[in-house]
């Protein structure tokens, strides 16, 4: 009876642990503001991804913002961040900031 408990357990603990890590990822994905969830299709959530597009996860909100109406100004030099940063208002881009921001791992 012991070894079957033991085998249940085991095969129960990893499931149940699987499904509380796709609620959480569900969670933060819920909780991310309209058009946060875009920036990951060239931005890597990761540090060990290798690529020249830089990471925002974790930066600096103010950075994040500044670099936004940069782009969006035509300050800032880009490939398409440019079009992409004049979809989105000054208020979405501080939501998505602040999100970003707050991501860190």
Same mark, same amino acid.
Do not use: W, Y
């Given at each position: ?5 033991? @085998? =249940? @357990?085991?095969? =129960? ?72 940063? /004049? ?8 939501? =998505? ?6 991501? /860190?791992?």
């Amino acid at each position: 009876m012991v070894h079957i408990c033991r @085998c =249940i @357990c085991l095969l =129960i603990c990893p499931l149940a642990a699987a499904a509380a890590l796709a609620v959480s990822s569900m969670a933060s994905a819920a909780d991310a503001p309209p058009g946060a969830s875009s920036c990951s299709g060239c931005h890597p959530a990761t540090a060990g991804v290798a690529t020249p597009v830089p990471r925002l996860n974790g930066r600096d909100a103010g950075q994040i913002t500044t670099a936004m109406t940069e782009f969006r100004t035509g300050k800032r030099p880009a490939t398409v961040m440019d079009r992409i940063a /004049k979809g989105f208002t000054d208020d979405e881009t501080k939501a =998505i900031a602040a999100f970003l921001a707050a991501q /860190k791992e």
